[in-house]
Each structure stands twice: as C-alpha cells, then as structure tokens.
C-alpha cells in the first residue's frame, strides 16, 4: 500500500497547490525585499483582517475587564507616539497599508511581549518596556520588526500554509476512507493561528530589515536593534521572547543586522534632518 498512497498523497499535494498563487505583497524598499509568498487563494487579505480584528478587539475587551488595558499612561504615550511617526513610513513597502485602520495600544503585563495583528492592530505589554529598559529607539525597532510581519502577510501565510496542509490532509483521508483522520487538526481559530505560530526564518530575516528601515525613516536610530536583540537575548536566557518565534537567538541574525545598516542609517540620517 505504500506505493498507492505516496501516489494519492502526491496527487492531494498537487491540487493543493493548485489553489495557492505567488505574491509579492510589498515593494521591495531599500533594504530590497523580493521574496514571492505562496498564499491560499480562497485565504484572502480581508479575511485575514477580519479574524485578527475580531481577535484582538476580543483581547482589548478582556484586558479592559481586567482594568489592565492602557493604565499606564506614561507607556501607552510614548508607544503611541512611535508608532505616528513608523505608521506613515508603510508607504514605501505598500500604499493601502497607509489606510488601514492602524490601532495601538498597552497591557499591564510582564510578559516579554508585542504584536501587530495582521491589518494593523498593535499591542505592546508593559513587560517588555519595564524590564528591558526600552529607549524610544528599541521601542520603535520592536514596533517597525512587528509592523513588517503585518505588512508581508506573514500571518496569512503561516495560516495559507497550516490550511493548504490541511486541505491536502482532507484529499488523502477521502481517498483512503478517513484512515488518516487522526493527523487532522481542523478548527484552528484563525487570530491564534496567525499569531502563534512560529515565524520561519524568511519571516524574521525579512521583518528584521523592513523593521530597521522603517525607524530609520521615522527618525528612530535603527542601530538600537542590535542593543535591543542583545538585551532581549540576555533577558531570554539566550532564547527569543515570544513575539520573534521559536527560533533561537544566535549572532546570524545580528550579524545580518549590521550588514543591513549601510542600507538605512543613510534614510536615518535624512529623516534626522527633517525633524
């Protein structure tokens, strides 16, 4: 039997692929982000949106219930303050994300935590500004790295995946009469899917470098990402913090930090001018 179903699995995996399609969901601004995503067709941008609002409007009604939503002032402030100046700076990766319905907020929390929901809903924790000391340039390379995954569609592509597996997975259990049922996970909530799954590699190489352009062009030192990585890794006990996945911390990525300053700190040194 192994033959006949290595040969249905393959048929599965090619009509699975039949229904995703290869995006460019950015422009590559000058840090030059080119990689093309393989999307779900029938997963589109909108809904993803719509999930991730419904989610996160969902955790703001829980943190206010809990009198820990925006309580401390000073915080939500300055957190609100970058993002005015990173939110205008998405133009240059993509135009209509300047029309989004962007919404910043801050829980009272200690986690090492931040996100920006697909469709651009951000929520900092107090955990992570206490404890690791931020400046407003770490603030603002924290919040340009979470704002990048919102704009490359990295949730929707976590979850085009998870559900093209999924799909694939269905083919093969109708073919073989629901002997493969177990290996199902159906039913995954599409905000949690989009969040909490481990970013790959691509995803964090790529909201790294369109993190540090982004601060940079907001006026934001784009070198305190490395101060920060460095004091999240420390903090972490060497492992990433939540909010930038799985993977473990290592010098690649601060390396890579460093090779992708000469690109940005000219836009910075502009942008400084300006101001």
Known sequence: MAGPLRLIAALAAACTLAACQQVQTTEGGAIGVE???????LLSPAQ??????QGYNASLAEAKGKGKLNRDAQATARVRAVSQRLIPQVAVFRKDALGWKWEVNVEDSPELNAYCAPGGKIMFYTGIIDKLKLSDDEIAAIMGHEMAHALREHGRERMSKVYAQ???????SAFTRGRYDQYLSLGLDGFNL???????????SEADAMGIEL???GGYDPRAAISLWQKMSA????QPPQFLSTHPSNQTRITDLQANMPKVLPLY???RGKR
């Open 35 to 41: 990689r093309k995503q393989s999307m779900l067709v």
């Open 48 to 53: 993803v949106d719509q999930m991730a609002a």
């Open 166 to 172: 999924q799909m694939g997975a269905q083919l093969v």
């Open 194 to 204: 989009a969040l909490n799954l481990p970013n790959s590699r691509d995803n964090e």
């Open 215 to 217: 601060a940079a062009r």
């Open 235 to 238: 903090a972490s006990q060497g």
């Open 269 to 271: 040194d502009a942008a």
